[in-house]
């Protein structure tokens, strides 16, 4: 885009450092190509931003990367810089760019790249499935136009920037980012950047809780995503979410809802599990198309329905569309084929008390000649009620049982995952292990595990359940 040291001052309102008046004004012109927050992705053209993290603060960085790249972003001075990066000097001929935060100033510079880029912009949101509803609307999107869309896990209050300053690199004409929130204000500073022209919001759970206090104070913040949206604007929810359907009728911008719910909108109906595949009938007016989708669980069925509805309003080929999901395979709900016999489904990115329960439903819907294992570990930022939430996700597993008998056997690993194993002892019918650490339990995981068993591993990130999927696959 052709954006340099001087555009970058303009925008975040800051003022160059560290170097003579004549050094600064040779370094106006520098032309920046991307923008990074790990040092070790810097390179020459780089606009590098210093943040002061909870665990490092990058500013100790700066001398070394200024050997890369001649644009740094930065909140402290001079002298402040070399006291944490322990040198006795800056290299010269580099723009220190003065900033009151890094944070905000990139937020500032994802915002104006957003105003540059005159397509639609899609934004997703919701407590569970974002990122799986994410690359379904991309992939339907892209089966007919060329996408943009963001990458991995960035779609927090910093990568959401990163994610912004990429968009206009190459010709797209649709643009779909995932935006997280952990804290109320956040949705505010996201749109404030995305300005999305069509809005998803997937679910209102208890993800983060313990910030937002309550669903509705969840579901309220959620919805800011179509706060700076004007007349033209579009925002998608779910009819089958309670707390989203209440909201029918008082939404500012145009509101499409769809579901399983017979008033919704956009319809699946005749969800079935047919020859592997889940399959359904996407239905909008007098459009009937089976959908056919390679992706475990029937919560991915709403996910592909909104991805079709937005296909929809932009006029795409929904023929097309509905065939992306064929060979589509999620990011973070991995199946993993041991060369032992046994099936493992990684799940282990993150948790909530409903992304839970989908894991519990998709291991009861699969069709498997071993048994089924559920391991799952606790979850993180449930608030003073976590204990409460971790026994009803063990409750919810005791009645899947009760009724389908779809569970052979569930391991908890973690001292809050133990109320789930609480929760699901209102059963004789599953067997309940529950260990400490996931040590311990990996090993007795290897003592039962037999071919034609798939083994289902599910807890936050925090619990780092990945490495039991490693020590087994």
Known sequence: MNITVKDVLEITGGHLIGNSEEEKTELLGYKLKSMALDSREVKEGTLFVATKGENVDAHKFIPSVANVT??????????????????????SGVAYIKVPSSLDGMQDIGAYIRSLYK???????????????????????????????????????MGVPLTLADMCDKETEAAVIEMGISEPGGMDKLTRMVLPDIAVC????????EFMKNREGIRSEKLRIAGRMNEDGILF???????LWETKGHNKVKTFFYGTNPEADYRAENIRYENGYNTY????????????????????????????????????????????????????????????????????????????KAAVNVLRDINVTGRKIAV?????????????????????????????????????????????????????KIRVSEYDDKETATEYIKSILRPGDVISIKASNG???????????
């Not at 810089?81 to 290299?91: F, Q, R």
């Not at 996700?393 to 609480?422: N, P, R, W």
């Open 70 to 91: 001649k644009a740094i972003l930065t909140e402290e001075d001079e002298a402040e810089i070399m006291a944490k990066a322990d040198v006795s000097s800056l290299p």
């Open 119 to 157: 397509k639609k912009v899609i934004g997703v949101t919701g407590s569970v499935g974002k990122t799986t509803t994410r690359e379904m609307i991309t992939a339907a999107l892209s089966s007919c136009i060329p996408v943009f869309h963001t990458e991995g896990n960035r779609n927090s209050q």
């Open 202 to 209: 997937t679910m209102i759970g208890v993800a983060h809780i």
């Open 237 to 243: 929810l779910n009819a089958d979410d309670q707390l």
């Open 281 to 356: 009938e996407y239905v909008h007016g007098s459009d009937r198309i089976t959908v056919v989708m390679n992706s475990l669980g029937q919560h991915n069925v709403l996910n592909s329905l909104v991805a079709m509805a937005i296909c929809d309003v932009l006029g795409l080929d929904l023929m097309k569309a509905a065939g992306a999901f064929e060979n589509f395979s999620g990011l973070r709900q991995k199946v993993i084929n041991s060369d032992k016999g046994y099936t493992v489904i990684d799940d282990t990115y993150n948790a909530s008390p409903d992304s839970m």
């Open 376 to 428: 799952l570990g606790s979850m993180f930022e449930l608030g003073s009620s976590s204990d409460d939430y971790h026994r009803e996700v063990g409750e919810y597993i005791a009645d899947v049982v009760k009724t389908t008998g779809g569970i052979d056997e569930l391991i908890t690993i973690g001292e809050s995952a133990k109320f789930i194993a609480e929760g699901a002892s209102d059963t004789d």
């Open 463 to 473: 619990m780092k359940l990945s490495w039991i999927v490693d020590e087994i696959k």
